[in-house]
């Protein structure tokens, strides 16, 4: 029974997921959200999905640095690059340098990811997305479904894959260039 209800819940969660990004990058393909004007609809969409895998990063390496902050140190040496980034990290006051600019960064991200997605259809005008009722375009332009989007795309999921694969997270090396940032 416990088997059936947590796969009825991933299928659920799969299908909320793949309902917000349909409804998401169909405004986003049309020029419905509230991106600033000018910004044609693939340069939105490119910045939507690299802000996200930006965050994800960001959110990643935190996990995995705290993940790796306790591996002896022979085991850390196997792998050079994640070694290299360890020691920038936890060299000096970086470490909590790092925190805070991170979450600052993360913070910002978000806000223009927010932007990004939020939907801006005035209901009422026959432009709703998929042709769906007036109440349910005024659900759509609250941005919850690029909430839902963000949360799971650009944050959990990182979280999890650098929480069981810490090292191999640490080992890419765009993870020294955002130390560096």
């Avoid at 991933?10 to 509230?34: D, E, N, W």
């Avoid at 989007?149 to 650009?154: F, S």
Wanted: proline letters at 2%; glycine letters at 8%.
């Amino acid at each position: 029974l416990q088997s059936i209800f947590f796969w009825v819940r991933v299928l659920l969660s799969l299908a909320v997921l793949g309902f917000s990004f349909a409804v998401t990058l169909a405004a986003l393909f049309q020029g419905k959200t509230a991106m600033w004007e000018g910004v044609p609809a693939g340069a939105s969409i490119a910045i939507f999905f690299i802000l996200m895998c930006f965050v994800g990063l960001m959110e990643g390496m935190q996990i995995a640095l705290f993940a790796v902050v306790n591996l002896p140190e022979d085991e850390l040496n196997k792998t050079k690059i994640a070694a290299t980034n360890c020691k920038l990290t936890f060299a000096g006051n970086n470490f909590a340098a790092f925190l805070i600019g991170r979450q600052i960064l993360v913070t910002v991200c978000m806000f223009v990811v927010a932007k990004i997605t939020t939907l801006n259809i005035v209901p009422g005008e026959g432009d709703n997305i998929f042709g769906v009722s007036d109440g349910l375009q005024n659900f759509f332009n609250t941005g919850l479904l690029g909430a839902i989007i963000t949360t799971i795309v650009a944050s959990l999921a990182w979280r999890i894959v650098a929480s069981s694969f810490a090292l191999m997270f640490m080992s890419n090396p765009l993870i020294y260039l955002i130390i560096r940032l």
